[in-house]
């Protein structure tokens, strides 16, 4: 039986990868959130989140917001080119309900694969 959820080779882990995006990476962005991108060669995609206490001082609300960002990841994860992301939550996306959230974040992904011609495999 196969696991729908997120393997680990798909998440950014190492301090290292997120500092790289920060440097010098591609920018996206959208009302609830701001993405950055790099080519990475490993072949697939690989997602990193930063989801600060400035969004939510809830846990739950931080924590309903990231599993959202994992789905909607999963889902296009093998679309994207080899490239590393990171999401940052913006402090809007906090009152905005889950549709509305998973719209944006299509939308966000899109943005991508219009941008780089050579992901439309």
Request: aromatic residues 4%.
């Amino acid at each position: 039986m196969t696991t729908a959820g997120l393997p680990r080779e798909s998440r950014l882990r190492r301090p290292g990868d997120f500092a790289a995006l920060r440097s010098s990476s591609g920018r996206a962005g959208g009302r609830c959130f701001h993405l950055r991108y790099r080519e990475n060669a490993l072949g697939h995609a690989r997602l990193g989140l930063a989801i600060s206490k400035r969004v939510s001082k809830r846990a739950v609300e931080r924590n309903r917001i990231k599993r959202l960002l994992r789905e909607s990841f999963r889902r296009i994860r093998h679309q994207l080119p080899p490239i590393d992301l990171m999401v940052m939550a913006r402090e809007q996306a906090a009152g905005v309900p889950g549709p509305q959230l998973l719209d944006e974040l299509d939308g966000l992904w899109k943005k991508l694969l219009v941008s780089r011609p050579e992901a439309r495999m």
